[in-house]
Each structure stands twice: as structure tokens, then as C-alpha cells.
């Protein structure tokens, strides 16, 4: 099979540093992975080309880059597959995070933010004399979490992160799920509290913006988000309520279980704890000011949708399940 | 300069859990890595670790014996019943750190069966266990707070009169060489298996503690003993775990036999890897195999057992050669796995160099003596981790740091750097050379070898260290220049590649993995010892150790 693989450079000591394409046109077998083309290219073709890849088999997390502007795993993605009608591939490194060299990133911001969630079993209590007694089903779940190779491809493709560097993140917030899901983990009831109350903070778990794209670039099926919204749910049913996440979650189900539809006036003021917080007021002003003037400002009178009953009468159903969480409590039916 | 009593190289599985043992035993410590912990090679074992625990009925004595017999009787009987002894408590260490080991019905660690072994005692994580361990072991790392120098690769140990001071490391990312001083040095490096091609190993693999240790004067033993796996993957080479075999997966021939009824009827497909292998090989070599491969299949164990405990090699089968394992069985080889020999150490992880410790792959405190069973790996690496991190930490007590120039042994190492750089661009590229070492490796020290095919090797090899004097460094700047890495390391692998070749040709019988056609019998009589390679003037100088039997008399092996 001949294939072009067109990689987006970085050389900081050219004279005059900056990034910039550069193709090769390589010859690979039929079932050739994109580690397999890039490594070809390294051994035979231009020495300087530089990325990080060990394992080959999608177990080391080394080769994570953006494939056709997606992040994955080189050495996961089949070429056949990942070509264009011109037989081509496109190939930068991952985002977020900066480049050191051609394809080689600084993994410092990852690290960190992995190093902020106390990555440790923290149990209480003294240590039994053999095994923690635990399901195999629990450990089934928490091994779906651990099978994160640390690779960075959520990192590099995360929204919120790309404008917002103090975010944890997904792979920092899943590996912290990893703890809070575990029974040996925090209190005699296996309740991670500390965790679960310093994750509720600002840069937490509730600024995911829940677009997906972690779930998407994650080669290992992780699922970061999904694993953020679990973190959401223990720490509502923890009583972790105090914050501007938790609250827009609560005004967010009570307007709609209440009228059929979103209060956009009151859902922000409902989010940082009504009115009388003064800063957040003040902070608005300006977002306020501007949708005034464009006609954007969302009625002050909010009407109910029509057939509104048949909406509330789905939210009673749903009630024993929100029971006992913040959505529970600030349910119209609570 | 940069200054720690303790200085473990290395940070898989064997390096952290020494860093860790260090620290806790009140030395100043730190781990030095080319890559970042998590990246090492300790990620690749599948299939799980090891134990014998009591409360499940059984006994370490009897995984000693089968330890004992897997190794051939070459095995140091001392040293394997420590291991197995130190198993249980280790395992349960693991627990309790965090790994997410499967259960049995009663919440309770559950096992399954693995190669050589008469009963089920491997403790396992799905089919990534060494995933696993490893991350959680990265996790004990950081809150030990050992200081971590991560990608920066060792270029030299600083030995003068016989005491060990440090050693020279290249910071990848800014090109900078440094030296770290440092009163014991634990060398944990992982294998060498890059230096064959194919091989399951990951491209970091590159015998690098074995090559410094060898060059500083160390014995590597048994360096003869190669275990080539029996399943792995048509084309790539992968593994493919044992724990399919464990969990019932069959060989097949070409007409759909279950050929190894022929070679082990007892243990089937769960005999001794040595002896699967050579089972596989005859196969093919004897025209029952398709395209140099015989069948793994898994077909019968159903998408269930498999989703639950084999889900990662479902996924390599997929992605690398278009097999789903589900529905169709998956062709496979004997592929080049593992090293047996290593840095002869001591059971506390010394090395012949005072200072000087070794654990893991790279080591051989003589554990897995002429073929290493499956799942004893993991317990290698945490077992002779801890124990040389404790015994490294306890030599520092009341000894100095030697005294030598730090500009002196920098600029010593960025010479040899510059000369590499400044090499004109015409010769063969280290690729090619690597190329060329791993495929004569492959073809003549394989599965099966004879005098011949051997020499052969050592011909090939000192024919690619000429070419090697001069390779060209085609990366002439210094910020992250693998180019250069790759050029160092592959002197080291060249280094280890004559270490294997001569001692493979040196035991003239078949013992373990060293299958010699012309010697086909194991002969107890005068080979019932170790090959020690040393570094001679004009390449390796051969010695021999003895055996370390405690209770186990040398018998016949079968399966």
C-alpha cells in the first residue's frame, strides 16, 4: 500500500521556530498501523522525525497524536482505515498540551492534574490481614476505569481545556473516580467524602461542558465523561450541594420539571446561590448588558410550556430515582 | 550536583517497587527512567502473577517445585524458594495498594490456571495485569515522593576502583548530560528483546542495564536462556497471553489437531513454555502449519469469558491482524519473549560490583534458571524489587559518596556525544543495523539452534559492529534527539547480542530454552551449572557457577 502521511512539524531550534507540514510518501503493508508508516518513516526516511511510541500494542500510551484532527493511538489505527480518497493521512501532535518536538508534547500540565486528585487508594482504618473482601462486579467497573493508559488523547481533544488550563480534565477526573468508586476507598462505607467534597470545587467535576469528545478519542473505552457524571452523582448523594454545579443541576431540573422549560434568567442567578451573591451579580452585568442590547435577554415572565402536565407527570415517575440526590430536593415535588 | 544515596535505573514494575522499599527504609532516593514510569515494559504482561496462598489449600513449597521443574532444574533453589515463599504476602501488598484484581464468588481474589503449574495460583487483572500493578505502582511513587528524573537515559556508571559514584544520564528533552551522584545504584532496566526481530517486546526494550552492568565488569548468566512464547501474533509478532490458554483456548494444526496431546498429554496446552514452543515449531517446521503458523482457538470459551477476562488481546487480534478471536481461531508462533539470564545478583539483589544492585528482567538472582513459567515475571520484579531497594538503602548506612569531578565525567560523555554527531552521514542508518542483528538473532538463535546457526550469529554480529563504529547520527540537534538514543542503545544491544550468542553455543545440550539440535539431551553430568559471559578483551569471557540445590533433585521433565 502507498500512502502519504503528511505530519505537522516542530523544530525549536530552527532559526526561526514555528510549525509546518511536511509529506512523505511510504510504501507499507496492507495492514499497516499509522505507528508502522511513522516508524518507517524514523528509521529509513528522516532521522530527526521525532514521537514517542514503545509498545506497538496499545498498552503503553506513548504514541497518542491527532490522526486526520482526531486524537488516538498510532499504533491502534489501522492506515487502511484512517486514508483519504488521495491515500492520506494527516498527522499533528496532540493538542492541549505544548509541543516539544514534531510529535513529541510536554506531558507536565497531564501530570499535574493527575498528581492534584491524590492518586492513591486512601482507606480508612487498619488494613486487613489478606485481601480487601470486595465484588467482582465492583472490580469489574473500577478495571474498566484503570484500563486508562495514561495517553493523553482526552486531554488533547477536551473543549473545555483547550480554553480553560486550570480544568482537571478527564483523565485527572476519572482516575478520581477510580478511588470514589472503589469500596476500599474512604470511609467504612466505601464514601470517598474528601475526594468527592475538594473534586465538587471550581476546575472540579462540574465544569465539563459534556461535549463527548474524551469519550471519542479515548482508545481504551474509559469514557471520561461518563465517568464525571458518575463522580456528579456521588457527590450530590454525599451532600455535596454548595456549589454553583450542583445548584445549576438543581435549577436546572426544577425549571424544567416545573414549567417544561429552562428559566435562562434565573437558571445563572439559581447557579451561584440567588441574588444575594454580590460578585457573581456584578460579574454578570456585562453578559447581561450585551443580551439586553442584542434582544437577547430571556423573558422576565417565564411561561409554562403547553400540555405542561404531561411533563410534570414524567417527572413524579421519575422521582424515587432523584429522591435522596440535590436534584431530589429541589424537585417542585420534593 | 545532583545527589541521592539511592539511585534506582529503571522505573517498571521492579525499579518502583525498589524506589519505594528505598525510600522507606530511610534513604534518600531517586528513579531515573529514558521514559515516564508508566510507559515501561511492565505494562506488556497479560495474564497475571503468581502466588501460593495458604488459605486457598496451597502450598509455596509446591509452587517452588514447579518453579524448580519449569526452570529445568537450572533455577538457584535458595532463590526460588524465597520467591515463592515472599509471594502471598507480596500479592496481598498489591491488594492493598489499589490494584483491581478479579474475584471469586466470595469477594475473595480469584485465580486461574497458567503453564507449568499443576494448580491454578494466578492471581490476575483481566488481561492487562501488568497495566495494572504498574500504574498502581506509579501511584505508591508519587506519594513516596521519590524524586523521579523521567526521560533521561543513563549513558555511563561512574566506577572508580571497584566503587560505584554515580552515573552520566542524557536529560532527553534539553540534550543536557548531567551526572548524578550516588552511593548504590540499582540497575532495573527490563530485558533485551529488541535486540531480535520479531519479538513481543516494546521498542524500549533495549538491554541497557545489562550493557552498563557488563561493561562495568558484572557476570550476565544464563544470557543462553531466550524464552520464545508460544502465542503470538502472525505478522506483528504481539503477544497474545497465556491466560487464553489458562482459560481453555487450544492449539491447533492446520487439519484442526490439538497436536500437543503428542508432546505434553498431561498438561496439553498448559505445559512449560519451552516445551510448547518446540511442540509449535515441529509443527511448522514438519509442514502443519500455514504460513509459518499454527491456531490459538478460542472459539469455544464463548463472547462472554472472553469480553470479561481476554479483552485486550480480542482488541490487538482486531486491530493488528483482522482476527476476532470470538469467531475464528487466530494464527500464531513461538515469538521471542524473554530473557532468563541477566546481571547475576545475589538473593538480596547484589551484583558483583559492590553498590551495584539488580532486579527484574535485567537481573537473574537465578529464578527462572532454563525457562521462566508464565505469571512468575510479575513476582520476580516485586519480590527482588523490594528486597534490593531494602538492601541498597542498608548499604548506604555509614559509607561516603565518592569523590570525583563532575566536569570531568560530563565532559568525558558529551565528547562521545559530539563525536557521534559530527560522524559523517554515510553509513548504514542504526535501523538497518538493528534490522539486520534481530533478524540473524531470530534465524539462528531460535527455538531451535545448533553449532552452526550460531556461529553464524557471531559472525553476522561482529560484521554489524563494524558497521555500528560508524552509524551515522542523522538528528543533529540536542532537544528531545532520539535519533541519538536509539544510536547508544543500540551499542548496548550489540554488547548483550554476543553475550547470548556465545553462551548459547557454549552449553552444548539441550536444557530449557537452549534447544541444541546437535546436542538434543540434557546432560545433568556436565552441564548441570551456569554460563557466566564477562567482558573480555575481545569480547565475552565465559566462566561457570554452580547450581544451587536445596531439595529438589535434578529428574526428568515431562509434561
Redesign the interface.
Known amino acids: 500500500m502507498d500512502v502519504t502521511i503528511k505530519i505537522r512539524r516542530y ?3 530552527a532559526e526561526q521556530p514555528g510549525s509546518y507540514w511536511e509529506s512523505f510518501d511510504v510504501s507499507v ?1 496492507d ?1 499497516a ?1 499509522v505507528l508502522d508508516a511513522l516508524i518507517k518513516i ?3 526516511m ?3 522525525l ?13 504514541c497518542a497524536m491527532r490522526i486526520n484532527g482526531h486524537a488516538g493511538l498510532a499504533c ?1 489505527t ?1 492506515l487502511a482505515l484512517a486514508i483519504d480518497d488521495n491515500n492520506s493521512v494527516t498527522i499533528e501532535p496532540a493538542g492541549v498540551m505544548r509541543v ?2 514534531d510529535l ?1 508534547v510536554d ?1 507536565e500540565l497531564f ?1 499535574d492534574k ?2 492534584a486528585v491524590e ?3 486512601q ?1 480508612s482504618g487498619a ?1 486487613p490481614e ?7 462486579e465492583s ?2 467497573h ?2 474498566g476505569v ?5 495517553c493523553g488523547a482526552c486531554v488533547s481533544d477536551c473543549t473545555v481545556l483547550e480554553v480553560d488550563p486550570t480544568f482537571l480534565g478527564p483523565a485527572a477526573l476519572a482516575k478520581a473516580y477510580r ?1 470514589t468508586a ?1 469500596p ?2 474512604g470511609n467504612r462505607e466505601g464514601v470517598s467524602r474528601e475526594r468527592l467534597r475538594n473534586l465538587s470545587e471550581a476546575t472540579g467535576m462540574w465544569d465539563c461542558t459534556r461535549c463527548n469528545e474524551c469519550v471519542q478519542a479515548c482508545p481504551k473505552g474509559v469514557a471520561p465523561m461518563d465517568r464525571i457524571m458518575g463522580l456528579r452523582e456521588q457527590a450530590l448523594q454525599a451532600g455535596f450541594t454548595n456549589n454553583n454545579g450542583a445548584r445549576h443541576t438543581g435549577a436546572f431540573t426544577e425549571s424544567v420539571g416545573h414549567s417544561g422549560r429552562l428559566d435562562e434568567l434565573r437558571l445563572p442567578i439559581k447557579s451561584v446561590g440567588g441574588v444575594t451573591n454580590v460578585a457573581a451579580m456584578i460579574s454578570y452585568a456585562p453578559v447581561g448588558w450585551r443580551a439586553l442590547t442584542h434582544g437577547k435577554m430571556p423573558p422576565i415572565r417565564h411561561k409554562n410550556v403547553e400540555n405542561v402536565e404531561n411533563v410534570r407527570r414524567l417527572f413524579r415517575k421519575l422521582e424515587p430515582e432523584l429522591a435522596g440526590t440535590q436534584i431530589g430536593k429541589n424537585s417542585p415535588f420534593g | 550536583m545532583l545527589e541521592h544515596d539511592v539511585l534506582v535505573i529503571g522505573a517498571g514494575l521492579a525499579g518502583m517497587r525498589a524506589a519505594i522499599a528505598a525510600s522507606a527504609n530511610g534513604a534518600n532516593t531517586a528513579i531515573i527512567s529514558k ?2 514510569p ?4 511492565s ?2 504482561a497479560q495474564g497475571g502473577i503468581n502466588a501460593a496462598l495458604l ?1 486457598r489449600g496451597d502450598d509455596w513449597e509446591d509452587h517452588a517445585y514447579d518453579t524448580i521443574k519449569g526452570s529445568d532444574f537450572l533455577g538457584d533453589q535458595d532463590a526460588i524458594e524465597i520467591m515463592c515463599r515472599s509471594a502471598g504476602r507480596a500479592l ?1 501488598d498489591m ?4 490494584v ?11 485465580t486461574r490456571a497458567f503453564g507449568g503449574q499443576r494448580r491454578a495460583r494466578t492471581f490476575f ?2 488481561d ?1 495485569t501488568g ?2 500493578l504498574l ?1 498502581v505502582m506509579f ?2 511513587l ?2 513516596s515522593q521519590v524524586r523521579s528524573y523521567e526521560e533521561w537515559f543513563v549513558t555511563s556508571l561512574i566506577i572508580e576502583d571497584g566503587q560505584v559514584g554515580g552515573v552520566t544520564a542524557l536529560e532527553i ?1 534539553t540534550g543536557e548530560l548531567h551526572a548524578i551522584r550516588a552511593k548504590t545504584i540499582i540497575l532495573a532496566t527490563g530485558g533485551c528483546g529488541r535486540i531480535f526481530e520479531p519479538s513481543t517486546n ?3 526494550v533495549t538491554g541497557d542495564g545489562m550493557a552498563l552492568a557488563y561493561n562495568a565488569g558484572a557476570g550476565l548468566m544464563d544470557m543462553e536462556m531466550v524464552q520464545y512464547h508460544p502465542t503470538t501474533l502472525a ?2 509478532g ?2 497474545l497471553s497465556e491466560a487464553a490458554r489458562g482459560e481453555g483456548a487450544y492449539l491447533r494444526d492446520k487439519n484442526g489437531n490439538r497436536f500437543m496431546e503428542r508432546y505434553a498429554p498431561n498438561m496439553m496446552e498448559l505445559a512449560s513454555r519451552d516445551v510448547v514452543s518446540r511442540a509449535e515449531q515441529t509443527e511448522i517446521n514438519a509442514g502443519n502449519g500455514v504460513n509459518g503458523c499454527v491456531f490459538l482457538d478460542c472459539t469455544h470459551l464463548g463472547e462472554a469469558l472472553i469480553m ?1 477476562k481476554l479483552s ?1 488481546i480480542r ?2 487480534g482486531i ?4 482476527v476476532d478471536m470470538i469467531k475464528e481461531p487466530v494464527p500464531i508462533r513461538p515469538g521471542m519473549h524473554y530473557i532468563m539470564g541477566g546481571i547475576k545478583t545475589d538473593v538480596d539483589g547484589l551484583t558483583s560490583i559492590p553498590g551495584v544492585y539488580a532486579a527484574g528482567e535485567c537481573a537473574n538472582v537465578s529464578v527462572h534458571g532454563g525457562n521462566r513459567l508464565g505469571a512468575n515475571s510479575l513476582l520476580d520484579t516485586i519480590v527482588f524489587g523490594e528486597r534490593s531497594g531494602n538492601h541498597a538503602a542498608d548499604a548506604c548506612r555509614g559509607i561516603d559518596f565518592l569523590d570525583f569531578s563532575e566536569d570531568e565525567v560530563v565532559a568525558r560523555e558529551e565528547r562521545r556525544i559530539a563525536d557521534l554527531l559530527e560522524r559523517p552521514d554515510n553509513g548504514d ?4 543495523i538493528r534490522q539486520a542483528m534481530g533478524e540473524s538473532m531470530v534465524r539462528n538463535v531460535a527455538v531451535f539452534r545448533d553449532e552452526q546457526t550460531i556461529s553464524e550469529a557471531i559472525r553476522d554480529f561482529s560484521d554489524l559492529r563494524e558497521r555500528y563504529n560508524s552509524v551515522p ?3 543533529k ?7 541519538l538514543v536509539f544510536a547508544l542503545e543500540l551499542g548496548y544491544m550489540l554488547d548483550v547480542a554476543d553475550t547470548i550468542a556465545f553462551s548459547a553455543l557454549e552449553r552444548r545440550e539441550s536444557r530449557g530454552a537452549n534447544a541444541r539440535t546437535d546436542f538434543p539431551e540434557r546432560d545433568d553430568e556436565n552441564w548441570l551449572k551456569h554460563i557466566v559471559a564477562r567482558k573480555g578483551e575481545v569480547g565475552p569471557e565465559l566462566s561457570y557457577m554452580p547450581v544451587t540445590i536445596t531439595k529438589w533433585t535434578p529428574e526428568e521433565r515431562k509434561y
Open positions: 523544530d525549536p531550534e503493508a495492514n498501523t524514523r528509521e529509513e528522516d532521522g530527526t521525532t514521537l514517542r511510541c514503545s509498545c506497538r500494542s496499545a498498552i503503553c500510551g506513548s491502534k489501522a516539544i518536538k513529541a506531558f501530570w493527575i498528581r492518586p492513591y487508594l482507606p488494613e489478606g485481601e480487601y473482601i470486595a465484588s467482582n472490580m469489574l473500577l478495571s484503570t484500563a486508562c493508559i495514561m478511588f472503589d476500599r476507598d | 521514559v515516564h508508566v510507559r515501561s515494559h505494562n506488556a488459605d496481598i491488594e492493598h495498594m489499589g483491581t484484581f478479579n474475584r471469586d464468588d466470595e469477594g475473595k481474589l480469584g487483572v483481566g492487562f497495566q495494572a500504574h501511584e505508591q508519587i506519594k528533552r516494546a521498542l524500549i505478522g506483528s504481539v503477544l470479561e485486550q482488541e490487538i486491530d493488528l491482524a483482522g542508518r542504526w535501523g538497518a547520527v542523522e538528528n540537534r540536542r532537544t528531545f534527539n532520539t535519533d
